[in-house]
């Protein structure tokens, strides 16, 4: 079975620029999760998508990031502008539970996106 | 609101024990735990639902306190391969606001 799949695995961009960053979950996995890790720290949720509708992104800054989930598969998480403190890994997770209220959702990490931010 | 673990930091010798403690403020529904090998993703060990139940997983089990709001991860007769940062991961009483704690990191020494 595949794994989720993150691209790209590095990126180096200047404060201000715009960046994009995309995630492939396990094929059927209806839950799809991202987050920020900062050096030294545990990863914080972003945004949690249930098939291609969102279940919490409470702690997404949404004046500078935002994220889809076109047809309940692949997701793009996009930062414009950037700053400084968004150096971090970007992590993505899927689950296979479908319904995200059910305290089951085992959670598949892809590799991240280590973003750095000049 | 995210947990608390303590300790921070561990360093053991193989094949000595350790114990991770995660502790939240509010009323849990569950809590998971996942091992990060520096430079890697976050890797499922398990979940223990509310109900106090202990989950094992070779020489890793953990239990819950489900009144404490507490859970505790053991490990016993640690190899070289335990050697990572451990975070726990809460879900709120209905299973909802997953927040990961902020990691306990544990090195084994040959």
């Known amino acids: 079975e595949a794994g989720v799949a993150q691209s790209p695995r590095y990126k180096i961009i200047e404060k201000r620029q715009s960046v994009a960053f995309w995630c492939n979950p396990i094929s059927g996995h209806a839950t799809l999760y991202w987050y920020q890790q900062i050096l030294g720290q545990g990863p914080k949720l972003l945004i949690q998508f249930q098939n291609n509708g969102v279940v919490d992104d409470s702690q997404l800054p949404k004046d500078r990031f935002s994220a889809e989930r076109l047809k309940g598969v692949d997701s793009t998480l996009k930062i414009q502008p950037a700053k400084l403190e968004d150096s971090a890994v970007y992590l993505c997770?899927?689950?296979?539970?479908?319904?995200?209220?059910?305290?089951?959702?085992?959670?598949?990490f892809g590799a991240g996106t280590r973003l750095s931010v000049l | 609101q995210q947990p608390v673990q303590s300790p921070q930091a561990v360093i053991l010798r193989e094949g000595e024990d350790a114990v991770i403690n995660c502790s939240s403020s509010k009323a849990l529904y569950s809590v998971h735990w996942y091992r990060q090998k520096h430079g890697e993703a976050p890797v499922f060990l398990m979940i223990?639902?509310?109900?106090?139940e202990q989950k094992g997983h070779e020489k890793i089990s953990a239990s819950f306190n489900e009144k404490k709001q507490q859970s505790s991860l053991y490990l016993t007769a640690s190899q070289l391969s335990y050697s990572g940062t451990y975070f726990c991961?809460?879900?709120?009483?209905?299973?909802?606001?997953?927040?990961f704690g902020p990691g306990t990191r544990l090195s084994v020494l040959p």
């Open positions: 997770a899927s689950s296979p539970n479908g319904d995200p209220f059910l305290a089951k959702n085992i959670q598949y």
């Open positions: 223990l639902l509310k109900g106090g």
């Open positions: 991961g809460t879900e709120g009483h209905y299973g909802q606001n997953f927040v």
